[in-house]
């Protein structure tokens, strides 16, 4: 079992990125699969999710209207396409896995059983 996580990049303020968190192994259907992101001398923060019970998306509130988190069944991905991306959005971003994670769980990061290996994003001019 494992996932991966790739897309990141060097973006200027404004510009748009796309990550993306490929499984193999498993079906990312069966699993609620979450984005958390952790900047320098910061804690993990959880940024979205997409529950597998529901395919209902979920975010935080600092990248709503920004963020869009979207399930692909075919490839066994779950993308995050970020636009109007700030500097405050550099981090690391990682992607996680979970079968038994519930509503009141989903920014739980030890909620999630899988990681992926994180893909670095910088917002910069």
């Known amino acids: 079992v494992q996932l991966q996580a790739y897309g990141g990049g060097l973006v200027h303020p404004g510009g748009s990125l796309r990550l993306s968190c490929a499984a193999s192994g498993f079906p990312l259907t069966r699993s609620t699969v979450g984005w958390f992101r952790q900047a320098p001398g910061n804690e993990r923060e959880w940024i979205s999710c997409m529950k597998h019970s529901d395919n209902r998306p979920y975010y935080t509130d600092s990248v709503k209207g920004r963020f869009t988190i979207s399930r692909d069944t075919a490839k066994n991905t779950v993308s995050l396409q970020m636009n109007s991306l700030e500097p405050e959005d550099t981090a690391v971003y990682y992607c996680?896995?979970?079968?038994?994670?519930?509503?009141?769980?989903?920014?739980?990061?030890?909620?999630?059983?899988?990681w992926g290996q994180g893909t670095l994003v910088t917002v910069s001019s």
């Open positions: 996680a896995s979970g079968s038994r994670i519930i509503t009141s769980t989903i920014r739980m990061a030890r909620a999630y059983d899988y």
